[in-house]
């Protein structure tokens, strides 16, 4: 299998500009993650080419939820919001299997 590797630039205002327009849709599991990753991407530092850790997200989220979302948001944009709800869901659906 080929791997491809990518670079994604997290523009943070991005990221709560749609946490605020989803918690006002009442999408609070969107919302939470955006909010979280904002606030991790702008407190967290890396030397050169070293990707920053992943953020923590709370084990309450509804990965399908996310899912959807990250869904609607490769369709139609931005792509960094896109892949911070999959990141999420991915962690969140980790976390769950390692429980059960």
């Known amino acids: 299998m080929t791997e491809i590797h990518v670079k994604v630039v997290i523009d943070t205002d991005h ?8 918690r006002g849709l009442g999408h609070e599991s969107v919302a939470a993650v955006l909010s979280a990753a904002a606030d991790h991407y702008e407190n ?3 030397a050169g080419d070293v990707d920053p850790p992943a ?3 709370p084990a309450s989220l509804d990965s399908t939820e ?16 896109a892949h911070t709800l999959f ?14």
């Not at 990141?87 to 059960?100: I, L, P």
């Open 15 to 22: 990221l709560r500009w749609w946490a605020a327009k989803h």
């Open 44 to 46: 967290t530092t890396t």
């Open 55 to 57: 953020p923590s997200y």
């Open 66 to 81: 996310l899912k959807h979302w990250a869904n609607w948001h490769i369709d139609r944009g931005p792509t960094n919001v």
């Open 87 to 100: 990141a999420a869901a991915e962690q969140r659906q980790s976390q769950t299997t390692q429980h059960n």
